[in-house]
């Protein structure tokens, strides 16, 4: 499967993005999907991960409460809503693929597929 993510870019800390991340060449609701974030000098991080039937969702601490994980899966793709933005959320945002639904992964090397990043700066 292959995957494409949009919709980073600047803004002021407190705004908000939303991240989109479609699929294309698979199953997409066969898969659970996450999202992971990677600062400068800094390892890929889990931020938030859903379920292939949308019925559970699992958060990073850092970010619950201001993101909100979602998916279409007659559209293939799923979104990361990002409110309250904080400059230590700048990162490059990844979407990723998990084709073992048993278990929401937060580890990135649980993840089968990935896309090509989409970078988030906030600034203060």
């Known amino acids: 499967v292959q995957l494409q993510a949009s919709g980073g870019g600047l803004v002021q800390a407190g705004g908000s993005l939303r991240l989109s991340c479609a699929a294309s060449?698979?199953?997409?609701?066969?898969?659970?999907m996450g999202w992971f974030r990677q600062a400068p000098g800094k390892e890929r991080e889990f931020v938030a991960g859903?379920?292939?039937?949308?019925?559970?969702?699992s958060y990073a601490d850092s970010v619950k409460g201001r993101f909100t994980i979602s998916r279409d899966n007659a559209k293939n793709t799923v979104y990361l809503q990002m409110n309250s933005l904080k400059p230590e959320d700048t990162a490059v945002y990844y979407c990723?693929?998990?084709?073992?639904?048993?278990?929401?992964?937060?580890?990135?090397?649980?993840?089968?597929?990935w896309g090509q990043g989409t970078l988030v700066t906030v600034s203060s």
């Open positions: 060449g698979g199953t997409f609701s066969s898969y659970n």
């Open positions: 990723a693929a998990d084709n073992n639904w048993s278990v929401i992964a937060t580890i990135p090397r649980n993840y089968d597929y």
């Open positions: 859903i379920n292939w039937r949308s019925s559970r969702t």
